[in-house]
Nanobody, 122 residues
Framework: QVLLGESGGGSVQAGGSLRLSCVASGDTYSRRCMGWFRQALGKEREGVATVIYGMTRYTDSVKGRFIISQDNARRTLYLQMNNLDPEDTAMYYC?????????????????WGQGTQVTVSS
């Protein structure tokens, strides 16, 4: 069982930055694939970035702007978001995998946080 809690969302103008954090509980945290997903109003939840053993993966729309990282000692996952665009407006969710898969597909992840809202204004 893994419990996840996100923080760090908010409102920002286009071009600004935010850093999301996700604190995890569970004794297998460091061996799980961890990821960030987002869901805009009226749209499907999409994978943003994942990380496992230091290997990262990003969806094309955030490459070069977002950075996923983790501090295993603090059991915390981060998402640094730079040069934000109004298209990045969404609820952002932290997720942990329940298997060995680590793609950007929602089905690869079994545990989810409650989400934190990010709003980017033009």
């Amino acid at each position: 069982q893994v419990l996840l809690g996100e923080s760090g969302g908010g409102s920002v103008q286009a071009g600004g930055s935010l850093r999301l954090s996700c604190v995890a509980s569970g004794d297998t945290y460091s061996r799980r694939c961890m990821g960030w997903f987002r869901q805009a109003l009226g749209k499907e939840r999409e994978g943003v970035a994942t990380v496992i053993y230091g290997m990262t993966r990003y969806t094309d729309s955030v490459k070069g702007r977002f950075i996923i990282s983790q501090d295993n000692a603090r059991r915390t996952l981060y998402l640094q978001m730079n040069n934000l665009d109004p298209e990045d407006t969404a609820m952002y969710y932290c997720a942990a995998s329940g298997s060995g898969r680590c793609g950007l597909q929602r089905s690869d992840f079994a545990y989810w946080g409650q989400g934190t809202q990010v709003t980017v204004s033009s």
